[in-house]
């Protein structure tokens, strides 16, 4: 083998060596990213299921403010008293026919 080939063998064994580098290092970096998408994949299942608790929250207490007759209005708490019973005439009528 001639220095020149020799020189040519170095160098591609230097390349192969640094890419070899270089993918152990996107290997690692792949494994963080992996495990930051799952923490942001799990914060984000618990914000959404914290949100639809709010939600339920917020509609229980704006029944529970609708409900309350403290004389303000009457009419939009008869309204919803009046949605209510249909609701559940709905579902009366649903469970009876199943």
């Known amino acids: 083998m001639t220095n020149e080939e020799r020189e040519q063998l170095s160098v ?3 390349r192969v060596r640094h ?3 270089l993918h152990d290092e ?3 970096q792949h494994a ?4 930051t998408l799952e923490e942001r994949e799990q914060t ?4 959404q ?3 639809q608790t709010l939600h ?3 509609s229980n207490l704006k029944q529970a403010l609708t409900i309350s007759l403290d004389g303000s209005d009457v009419k939009e708490t008869r309204q919803e ?3 209510l019973v249909r609701e559940i005439d709905k579902c009366i009528t649903m469970l009876v026919n199943d």
Request: proline share 0%.
């Open 81 to 83: 008293l009046s949605r």
């Open 49 to 51: 299921t914290e949100l």
């Open 44 to 47: 984000i299942a618990q914000l």
């Open 26 to 28: 996107l290997k690692t």
């Open 19 to 21: 890419l070899m580098f």
């Open 12 to 14: 591609f064994e230097a």
């Open 32 to 35: 963080q990213l992996k495990t």
């Open 56 to 58: 339920e929250r917020y």
